[in-house]
């Protein structure tokens, strides 16, 4: 069974700085995919991350981007110029390439602090 | 436009009341699913619908009874729930259950409370 880990429980910045998030997984499955999401405090779980473990380019989406290790199985996310809108619960997810693999599994997430 | 809606917001029951929880999506999303989250812990699966066809139940107890109308509806019908069912039940949904498209869009969620 696949399993994520997100090593660090709280992790906090200064606003406008740079701040990375780990995530580590581990599967036997050479095709499957990433996400990381976030969850503020207003609790909806919003998408911010995508990556298909096919593609060597890491995903960006403006000040967010991945490192995406395969080998290492290693997918971590950095916060460009950190908003005050940034802090939230942050969980990474793989989901399985396979058919009839729907389910998300869920590291434990990070809660990230922004500090004015 | 990747917008679930959940309603109610919030709920309180008692161990004999029967609710039902709703969501809906527009966005011609064909696998829709149920999870539930507790307090600082991760969402954990437990319903999944594709193409209005229950494709997984993630083990959970009959006292949860999902039912999909359409595909655009998704309901959580509730009775005889234990104070250990109180959480944030968080609804989704894909555009189809393989491949990327099966990225999955959630609503704000329902914060559930049984008395």
């Known amino acids: 069974a696949q399993t994520v880990t997100q090593s660090q429980p709280e992790m906090s910045v200064q606003e406008a700085e740079t701040v990375t998030l780990s995530c580590t997984y581990d599967?036997?499955?050479?095709?499957?995919?990433l996400f990381w999401y976030k969850q503020p405090p207003s609790r909806q779980m919003i998408l911010v991350i995508r990556?298909?473990?096919?593609?060597?380019q890491n995903a960006t989406e403006n000040r967010f981007s991945v490192n995406f290790q395969k080998a290492a199985k290693s997918f971590s996310l950095k916060i460009s110029d950190s908003q005050l809108g940034d802090a939230a619960m942050y969980f990474c997810?793989?989901?399985?390439?396979?058919?009839?693999?729907?389910?998300?599994?869920f590291g434990k997430g990070t809660k990230l602090t922004v500090n004015p | 436009d990747t917008e679930v809606t959940q309603t109610p917001k919030h709920l309180v029951m008692g161990m004999t009341n029967k609710k039902s929880l709703k969501c809906e999506q527009h966005?011609?999303?064909?696998?829709m699913y149920w999870y539930k989250q507790k307090a600082k812990k991760p969402p954990e699966l437990m319903f999944v619908?594709?193409?209005?066809?229950?494709?997984i139940n993630e083990s959970v107890p009959s006292r949860f009874s999902p039912e999909c109308p359409n595909s655009s509806l998704l309901n959580l019908h509730l009775h005889a729930l234990q104070p250990e069912d109180s959480a944030l039940y968080l609804c989704a949904s894909s555009l189809s259950i393989s491949g990327i498209q099966e990225t999955q869009y959630f609503g704000p969620g329902t914060r559930l409370l049984v008395l």
């Open positions: 619908y594709s193409y209005e066809k229950l494709s």
């Open positions: 966005m011609g999303h064909r696998a």
């Open positions: 990556q298909e473990a096919y593609k060597q």
């Open positions: 599967t036997s499955e050479s095709d499957y995919y």
């Open positions: 997810a793989y989901r399985s390439a396979q058919g009839g693999s729907e389910k998300l599994v």
